[in-house]
Structures are given as structure tokens and as C-alpha cells.
């Protein structure tokens, strides 16, 4: 009778054999990870943890008309964190309205969208110093969330991006008209 092991495995070292359990366990990774829907894998944009929703500040600090250089450093790390921050700088392009992704990305834009509410006053500047910080800001916006150039669209705009740029000054001419000072009521 023989007394040493009789299967094929006794000729594999313990060294192959953890090698071939790491490849095995790598491709079962990646199987599962292809068959996850992106707004469960924590790996996806479009992923929304439990905990965050649009009422959920992102960072501490909100912005103002005086610290927007420390808030724009803070907003972008915890972006980039969240793996959010390819939904505000435009390299996550909107799907169709026909896509399965398209809840998952309004869901998203929704989300980060409400992080760019801005409540600025006037209080004691010049009503100049006020549109110099103001502009300053939403400069600084456009940079986090720009409104992409009209690449096809040569004299007259038809591809929609015109009437959002309409959109975005509208809502800043708004957003300064309210933080005027109690002075200016008339042209509120």
C-alpha cells in the first residue's frame, strides 16, 4: 500500500496554488462587478450611498461671497471622494431619456446640483464690489459645472446649449437681484 498522496495536486507548490486562487477570485471580481447594475456598485458615478441625499450637506462650510477659495477646495476633494466630481465637470454626459442610466444620472445630477445654492447679500459693499464678488463666484462655478461650446452650431444655436447659457444668466441676474440691499427694492 502506498503512503504518499496519490492526487495531482501534491505536485503543486502552495505558492501556485495561492496564485491560482488570487486569478480565480480576481475574474469572479470582475464577473460580479460586470453583472452589478452601476447604481449599487459603489465603484459608479451613479452610485448614491443611503446617506446621501439632497438635503445632506457635502461639506461644512457653505459658500459666501468671501470664502470661496477654501469652500472650492473643500467641495472638490469631498467630490472626488464621492466620485462625484465627473457629474460637475462635464466628463459624465447626459444619457438619453431612453437609457437605462437616465434616472441614475438625474438622480446624480439632482445631488450635486443642490451643493451650488448660493445666498449672497449686498449688506455694506457697493453695489460694484457686489457684482465684482458675485461675477468672481460664478466664475469660479463655471469651472465646477460649465455649460459646454456649441461644437456643430455655427451662427445661431440649435442644439439646446444657447437657451441653458439663457437659463444660467437668468438665474444669476435673479440670484443678484435678491441680495440687494433694502435700498434697491424698487428694482427687485
Not at 3 to 12: K, M
Not at 60 to 67: D, K
Not at 119 to 136: L, N, P, R
Amino acid at each position: 500500500m502506498a503512503t504518499g498522496p496519490t492526487t495531482p495536486l501534491s505536485h503543486i507548490d502552495l505558492q501556485t496554488l495561492t496564485s491560482l486562487f488570487s486569478q480565480f477570485n480576481q475574474m469572479q471580481q470582475n464577473s460580479n462587478r460586470a453583472n452589478l447594475s452601476p447604481i449599487l456598485d459603489p465603484t459608479s458615478h451613479y452610485y448614491l450611498h443611503p446617506g446621501e441625499s439632497p438635503g445632506t450637506p457635502l461639506i461644512a462650510s457653505i459658500l459666501n461671497l468671501n470664502n470661496y477659495h477654501t469652500w472650492e477646495t473643500s467641495m472638490s476633494r469631498a467630490l472626488r471622494g464621492k466620485n462625484k466630481i465627473k457629474c460637475i465637470d462635464g466628463s459624465l454626459p447626459k444619457p438619453p431619456s431612453d437609457d437605462p442610466l437616465f434616472e441614475a444620472w438625474e438622480r446624480c445630477n439632482m445631488y450635486v446640483g443642490d451643493i451650488f445654492c448660493i445666498t449672497a447679500k449686498q449688506e455694506d459693499m457697493s453695489i460694484t464690489d457686489y457684482f465684482t464678488k458675485m461675477k468672481g463666484i460664478w466664475e469660479g462655478l463655471d469651472n465646477f459645472k460649465p455649460v459646454p461650446s456649441c461644437e456643430s452650431c455655427h451662427e445661431t444655436c440649435k442644439c439646446g446649449l444657447g437657451i441653458m447659457r439663457g437659463y444660467r444668466q437668468d438665474t444669476r441676474m435673479v440670484r443678484f437681484l435678491r441680495g440687494l440691499s433694502d435700498q434697491f427694492t424698487t428694482v427687485r
